[in-house]
Antibody, heavy 114, light 112 residues
Framework: EVQLVESGGGLVQPGRSLKLSCLAS????????MNWIRQAPGKGLEWVAS????????YYADTVKGRFTISRDNAKNTLYLQMTSLRSEDTALYYC???????WGQGASVTVSS | DIVMTQAPLSVSVTPGESASISCRSS???????????VYWYLQKPGKSPQLLIY???NLASGVPDRFSGSGSETDFTLKISRVEAEDVGIYYC?????????FGSGTKLEIK
């Protein structure tokens, strides 16, 4: 069974940093590109970043470019999202998903507030 | 960026009836490989989104065949036949042709 489990969410002050992790199981993680997608409270889906299977290709939404870094460790079957200079508008549930979004995690909640 | 426009914002359906949701893209989603990169997702209340339809018209694994997708290069439709109570939630179309990937604003389906 394909499983994606996010962790690392929490309450953080504006301007601070946070790192999310997504542990994958049930499939060959190193064969798949991955995404981070977020959903602000009561809002729709917003794609955040993508990374190819070998980390050769990385893309970011303009709203997070220069502040967020997506990375992966194929030996640990884990996807990461390093978030810096956090803003209140980054408050959201952050999902990891496979490249074509055929599998999603349960989400990690990030709240940016003083 | 490719803009995805969904309609209606909400739909209320009697069980057993059909429902259709439209999605329009600001650019053709037909790739030169012949694949149209539009996807449909359902987010049930309190749950993560789940894939329903991939590449415009292909049913995802485990999804009932009451769901179907169709369309052209820029206009797409998700049809739900014989709506059931378990179909309630928010339906999103999304384009995975090019970065940034973008989604429609969602259509909320309710049961009468």
């Amino acid at each position: 069974e394909v499983q994606l489990v996010e962790s690392g969410g929490g309450l953080v002050q504006p301007g601070r940093s946070l790192k999310l992790s997504c542990l994958a199981s049930g499939f060959t993680f190193s064969n798949y590109g991955m995404n981070w997608i977020r959903q602000a409270p009561g809002k729709g889906l917003e794609w955040v970043a993508s990374i190819s299977s070998s980390s050769s290709y990385i893309y970011y939404a303009d709203t997070v470019k220069g502040r967020f870094t997506i990375s992966r460790d194929n030996a640990k079957n884990t996807l990461y999202l390093q978030m810096t200079s956090l803003r209140s508008e980054d408050t959201a549930l952050y999902y990891c998903a496979r490249l074509f979004m055929d599998a999603w995690g349960q989400g990690a909640s990030v709240t940016v507030s003083s | 960026d490719i803009v995805m426009t969904q309609a209606p914002l909400s739909v209320s359906v009697t069980p057993g009836e059909s429902a259709s949701i439209s999605c329009r893209s600001s650019k053709s989603l037909l790739h030169s490989n012949g694949i149209t990169y539009v996807y449909w997702y359902l987010q049930k209340p309190g749950k993560s989104p789940q894939l329903l339809i991939y590449r415009m018209s292909n049913l995802a694994s485990g999804v009932p065949d009451r769901f179907s997708g169709s369309g052209s290069e820029t206009d797409f439709t998700l049809k739900i036949s014989r709506v059931e109570a378990e179909d309630v939630g928010i339906y999103y179309c999304g384009q995975l042709l090019e970065n940034p990937f973008t989604f429609g604003s969602g259509t909320k389906l309710e049961i009468k």
